[in-house]
């Protein structure tokens, strides 16, 4: 079981993610709404697992998964995508990200993915 | 995916907050002529999450027009969106698309089927990106290709090193470490396979002296597909031993299945281009961070969330309850149980009870208060597409939108709202040359005003156009038989307000926004639900305006009782200025055959309620009844009844939907309440009477 931290700018994506979580061993600790947000939940929580949506107001994905990789540099956050954020993917995986996840998702690729760093 | 209810909620609201945040942002660009980079930026972030979310909720043409419109921005951002010859019609489609989104959310929430097609708006925008790029293409010297060019700024510098991503085609001669090939697949649907090879190569570099991999190139669509076909393939040269590399690709998320292989350096398999290859080998995995202790313990409190949403249902049932909580407070307090009994400790009991219920009403009110800036600037946007479609120039100023009203009111507002500013632009505001030629400026200006004034919500819409026509008005509501009173008898206020009757429409001609046979009575009608009341002046040649008066507390309102035969009425008391027995003597007939009655030396028209709702059982000798001088802003008169019964906090009920099928003619009825004992009272529409 881990704890999971769920950075999504949008309230759906964050609901959506932990219904599908609900079912699942892993417990959702905290959920931030930007990459700031996110940088001090994870100071605090300490999250086994981050899932980090890249476009958001504020600080985005990308420089939130920096700080947090600079925080703790295994940390596990698995990047929220869409389509066309190749080059975003691309960057975040370079800066540390364990993986990331295409919208729109099913319950079964987030939860192997989550199982996966667990 | 199947979504529950209350995920359905969460994306309906939040994309409907979402598209109302983007209409504000291209009002506030319009007036520039363009979006500031910010403001593209949002437009972006906006269609994103429209786009993940939708494409979540399986709302497929949702989803795809809100791509589009991302990829569109995200070519407008990297051209800094400056100079663009085309942001007319950036605006416009993407007003369009807003529309889209909003009818489809629309049918979403009546659970209509979402079959809106977005093919038509896909279409325009295709052509416009073309526009784009051709524009983009020109201004751009050379640099990076187009689709990755979806970098910011920020990071843009180390994605300008695409050799990093590139093998570094290594040459396999002798060496200590030996040789693997790898073939790894990747989950069905776990899409962009080609970055998440490239994430795996980010990882066999670490490990590996020379490496190769096929398809070689992994920045295409073409690489994800070759990927998802015939699976990933790696060669390399390392020191380390198969487990250690499969342990390595094991952490690659969504693998479906990998094989390590141990090859010969020469093996045919290598592809040919990369056995050439005679360059110098990448170094090995080397400078690899140190992993540094977690965060200290930090006791930073988690920020506290100020705000939740509730869904509206949630409210409606809370007031509910409140009102009932009042009703039930009357019953206990008027108990016909106590009698004559003393009980004074009783009395300060339910004193203390009453005062809390207030307060318990007055706070439900204002969890339910919303300021109307959503809804003026809904209106924004419709006099902007109207005066576009008319060809009018027509400014739009909104005054104190932030004033707060019950929710309920935005819901019942909104039409009338449309309505009369419909009005405005279709009939009040000239034609640029007509305006011209009375020496007004070219351009039209409506002004949306809200504003508080004690007890009641003032909304407002003045328009600067032709103003009504007095002979206009006069002429129609004679010709439909709408007039009760002699025309020089009537004051021009009192004409215009002709309007609102029912049947009233001065317009011939149809319009598509205004002019479709629901006339202004509809207007009142609405606000009246809410108890509010519209009236109109105008002044010829200067302009009309509407000015609709809402009370802050809709449901639970102050009135007077009284009875007409065996019929319970309240009136609210805000209407009633006095009620006294009446002067017989002070009553006559006038020439007509009205009952009239002097009052405080000045004469009213005198209604007998009994007659007016057809009651059999009611006193009908004036001396034994009583009088109410009642006067709303539009009309001053008074009723005859039968007697008073005093003064009561009641709950004001919608009447019941089969009460408006099965009679009529409801006029005078606002609805009902029921009392502490029981009763049922209608409450008096002053307005109708």
Known sequence: ?118 | MIADESMLDVYIYETQQLLESLENTLFAGENDKRLNAEQIDEVFRVMHTIKGASAMMEFENMAKLAHSLEDMFAIIRDNNGSGLSEWPDIFDVVFSAVSYFNGELAKLLEKAPMDGDPAPLMERLKLLVARLQGETAAAATTQQAAPEAAVPAAVAPAAAKPAETMAPAPVYGKGEEAYYKIKLFFDENSQMEHIRAFGVIQNIKKISLRYAHVPQNLDTEAAADEIRRNGFLIFLQTGHNPDEIKAILDETLFLKSCSVLSIEGDDEEIPVEIRQSKEQAAAAASGRQTEQQAAENSFESVAKQNFISVNVNKLDSLLNIVGEIVTAQSMVMSNADFGSLAHDSFDSAAQQLHSLINELQDIVMSIRMIPVSTLFQKMRRLVRDMSKKFGKNIELEIIGEETEVDKNVIDYLSDPLLHIIRNSVDHGIEDPETRKKRGKPASGKITLEARMTGSDVIVTVADDGGGLSREKILKKASEKGLLTKSESEMTDKEIYNLIFLPGFSTKDEVTEYSGRGVGMDVVRKNIGYIGGSVTVDSEPGKGTIHTIRIPLTLTIVDGMKFNVGSMNFIVPTVSVRSAVKPNVEDIFTDPEGHEMIMLQGNVYSLIRLSEFFNVDDAVTELGEGMIMHIASEEKEFCIFFDHLDGEYQVVVKKLPNYLKRCSSSLAGIGGCAILGDGSINLIIDVNGL
């Open chain 1, 1 to 118: 079981m881990a704890k999971i931290l769920i950075v999504d700018d949008a309230a759906f994506m964050r609901i959506t993610i932990k219904n599908m979580l609900k079912k699942s061993a892993h417990e959702v600790v905290g959920e931030a709404e930007n990459g700031k947000v996110a940088i001090e939940r994870y100071k605090a929580l300490a999250p086994d697992i981050v899932t980090m949506d890249i476009t958001m107001p504020e600080l985005d994905g990308l420089q939130a998964l920096r700080e947090i990789i600079a925080i703790n540099p295994s940390a596990n956050v698995i990047m929220v995508s869409a389509m066309g954020q190749e080059a975003m993917v691309r960057e975040a995986i370079m800066s540390g990200a364990k993986g990331f996840i295409v919208k729109p998702f099913k319950e079964e690729g987030i939860l192997s993915a989550i199982d996966k760093l667990a």
